[in-house]
């Protein structure tokens, strides 16, 4: 197995190579929208009985005729997610066909569906990593969000077969208001209890259709930072995140593109019916490509979304906390339905962030939340609340605050957007 350092840097080296020259080596794949929970939060699921995304979905044959497509193209890095990626029958058989192809292969999986039979096949097609969402440690939280019986023991047992087979395995869990007060206790039973690395993330989209119903359950600004600042290691991953990414978002000549991201430019997506697109939240511009093919999706059709300039400045356009904000045109599309259309949440998130970490933010014009902007006193408030560790998420526990004035590996998302991650 090729050790982490020297995979890092060899991941490193690669993307910088194909940046320039424009190589789709990352793919993120959508197999199903199916799935056997009903996360109030989730914003891709659709029943295991839906009878028309059943038929809509790619069938196993266009999978092996996709991958065969993307080896040719360079594709290295692929990811399997879903809705719950094994909702299909025959996705052992595409993804063992995937592995067969040389792809470096992440899953991105519930776990409920895991049976001895599936974690046996992944020992002997071994994945690069296998990514398990837990929803909360206790039954009765787990069972609220996911709103169906039983699935909390099926994650477990889960978890348990990949564990005991020794399968590269993370645990990971989007926080939200069901589940916040429980999120150190995911924590412990991963990282204490079963030895593995667990992850969480407090922020979240509306749904692909652009329903709003997920951000009912979404974390306040506070809420979030606050949860950031009650794990050491998060607060020093902030801070060298920070140092590293806080500047001009843009590459020179690219300042008035409306995409800044690896989508389109080394990564993309491709839903379950075939349509591929920039990323994986965006669905605006797709390309389908049962009717055309993965060279004309890639080198025409997205290489002109990729080159789209915008129509206006905003406030985000020469705002060098995008990185840390999340900031993006797909976000933008989901939740203002205009990819150039500024996320208030995420503004608000990232400016209390930067305030209570005491971090620089360079000037980027009108503002609220900047200083002299209408809000600026609301994140002031926040911050000063949660400095002095009044904290309404887990009052047990204490605030870790970095130095004021210092700057702070990418804590990253939990939804795994290839786009974010490649730049």
Partial sequence: MMEAGTYTEFSARLHRTVLEQRIPVNVTVEISRRCPLACSHCYNNLPMADVAARRGELTTE?????????????????????????????????????????????????????????????????????????????RETYER????PGSFDRCLEGIRLLKERGLPL????????????????????????????????????????CSQSPLE?????????????????????????SCESIGPQQRTGKEDDVYHCGGGVNSFS??????????????????????????????HFLGGVRERKITRVTKCTACQLKSVCGMCPANAELENGDPESPVDFLCHTAHLRALTMGWKV???GECEYCEGGERREVVVRSAELIRKGTSASAPNLPVMLPALGGAASHVGCSGGCGSCASR
């Fill in 62 to 138: 266009e999978h092996y005729r996709l991958l065969d497509q993307l080896a040719e193209a360079g594709c290295l890095w692929l990811l399997y997610t879903g809705g719950e990626i094994l909702a299909r029958r025959d996705f052992l058989d595409i993804y063992t066909y995937a592995k067969k192809k040389g792809f470096i292969i992440t899953l991105f999986t519930n776990g409920t569906l895991v049976t001895p039979k599936v974690a046996d096949h992944l020992v002997e097609y071994r994945p690069f990593a296998i990514e398990v969402t837990l929803y909360g440690r206790t």
């Fill in 145 to 148: 969000l996911t709103r169906v």
């Fill in 170 to 209: 993370t645990l990971k869990t989007v926080a939200v208001t069901v589940n916040k007060h429980e999120i150190w206790g995911m924590k412990e039973f991963a990282e204490e209890e079963l030895g593995l690395p667990f992850r969480f993330d407090g922020m979240m989209t509306p749904r692909i259709d």
């Fill in 217 to 241: 359950v979404r974390l306040t600004p506070a809420e979030i930072v606050e949860l950031d600042l009650m794990d050491p290691a998060r607060v020093k991953e902030w801070g060298d995140f």
């Fill in 270 to 299: 491709v839903d379950p019916s075939g349509k591929m697109s920039i990323c994986v939240l965006s669905h605006r511009d797709t390309y389908d490509l049962r009717t055309g093919t993965f060279e004309e999706g890639w080198k």
């Fill in 362 to 364: 360079p000037p980027h």
